[in-house]
């Protein structure tokens, strides 16, 4: 199975920064969409930012101008930077592996961010 490993997670203080990373696969990584999603206490999971391998990318108006996602393809492992944090980016933030070929999906453990006072 194709298994993705997620770290970076904590707890940070309003405007605060943490980075997120997910690492894959190689054969698999450079052919296919990774995303982010996150799922916050008592909501259903929401898609956060997307890139895919031309290094485009997109995000959700809530993260816009906080959020960077980049890609090191030598290093199969997609990042999530996140700035300016705020309270309501407290969630559990998982990775998401997409080949749009065959709709195949696999998801990372899952990494906690907790943005309090």
């Known amino acids: 199975q194709v298994q993705l490993v997620e770290s970076g997670g904590g707890l940070v203080q309003p405007g605060g920064s943490l980075r997120l990373s997910c690492a894959a696969p190689?054969?698999?990584?450079?052919?296919?969409?990774m995303g982010w999603y996150r799922q916050a206490p008592g909501k259903q999971r929401e898609f956060v930012a997307d890139?895919?391998?031309?290094?485009?990318?997109n995000y959700i108006d809530a993260v816009k101008g906080r959020f960077t996602l980049s890609r090191d393809n030598d290093k199969s492992t997609v990042y999530l930077q996140m700035n300016r944090l705020k309270p309501e980016d407290t969630a559990v933030y998982y990775c998401?592996?997409?080949?749009?070929?065959?709709?195949?999906?696999?998801w990372g453990q899952g990494t906690p961010v907790t943005v309090s006072s």
């Open positions: 190689g054969s698999i990584f450079s052919s296919a969409v």
């Open positions: 998401n592996l997409w080949v749009e070929e065959s709709n195949f999906k696999a």
């Open positions: 890139i895919y391998n031309t290094g485009s990318t």
